[in-house]
T-cell receptor, first 111, second 116 residues
């Protein structure tokens, strides 16, 4: 399985943008890049996903490198409610089954 | 509430006892997943169902673990002869089957198991 590498932790100030990096140098052409986050004492929740082009939704933006070996989740204005563990996951287009989570990045948002 | 629900939210048991957890997915979702999460780690895939068929099981799912999804609706996860190493959060998720990209999985709040 293609693996992802993320920093263990990051800090941000409230109302500032946050860029969460993810390296996936062994990504295959059929792997989608998914991001989930897990708030304290809750199950993970979907944030965004993409294949090649940058993606935007109401929660975040996903910037994908041209060679697809890395990606960045962008929170445009961090709030205290964004403090969570963020997971970057690769999912093969032909495999809608399990998701392989790593340890993720723990984001701390300071007021 | 139309999200994924799990019951119980917490379970404390003694080593050697059997425990059973229940997951009620979002009603129109045909896929259901079980994960296990230990402290400081991301969730680990255990098994998944498409409707009532169990289509994949992780090597983490030892013979003491069994999951069912009768009639393709709710699912149960049973652990027999619990061990202290089974202490973890057990997460359930559901999704619709999609063709490309992987369907968004909706997670429940989890059942926290403590084995004494």
């Amino acid at each position: 399985d293609a693996k992802t590498t993320q920093p263990n932790s990051m800090e941000s100030n409230e109302e500032e943008p946050v860029h969460l990096p993810c390296n996936h140098s062994t990504i295959s052409g059929t792997d989608y890049i998914h991001w989930y986050r897990q708030l304290p004492s809750q199950g993970p929740e979907y944030v965004i996903h993409g294949l090649t082009s940058n993606v935007n939704n109401r929660m975040a933006s996903l910037a994908i490198a041209e060679d697809r070996k890395s990606s960045t989740l962008i929170l445009h204005r961090a709030t205290l409610r964004d403090a969570a563990v963020y997971y970057c996951i690769l999912r093969d287009v032909g495999n809608n089954n399990d998701m392989r989570f790593g340890a993720g990045t723990r984001l701390t948002v300071k007021p | 509430d139309t999200g994924v629900s799990q019951d119980p939210r917490h379970k404390i048991t003694k080593r050697g006892q059997n425990v059973t957890f229940r997951c009620d997915p979002i009603s129109e979702h045909n896929r259901l997943y079980w994960y296990r999460q230990t402290l400081g780690q991301g969730p680990e895939f255990l098994t998944y169902f498409q409707n009532e068929a169990q289509l994949e099981k992780s090597r983490l799912l030892s013979d003491r673990f069994s999951a069912e999804r009768p009639k393709g609706s709710f699912s149960t996860l049973e652990i027999q002869r619990t061990e202290q190493g089974d202490s973890a959060m057990y997460l359930c998720a559901s999704s619709l089957r999609v063709i490309a990209g992987g369907g968004e999985q909706f997670f429940g709040p989890g059942t926290r198991l403590t084995v004494l």
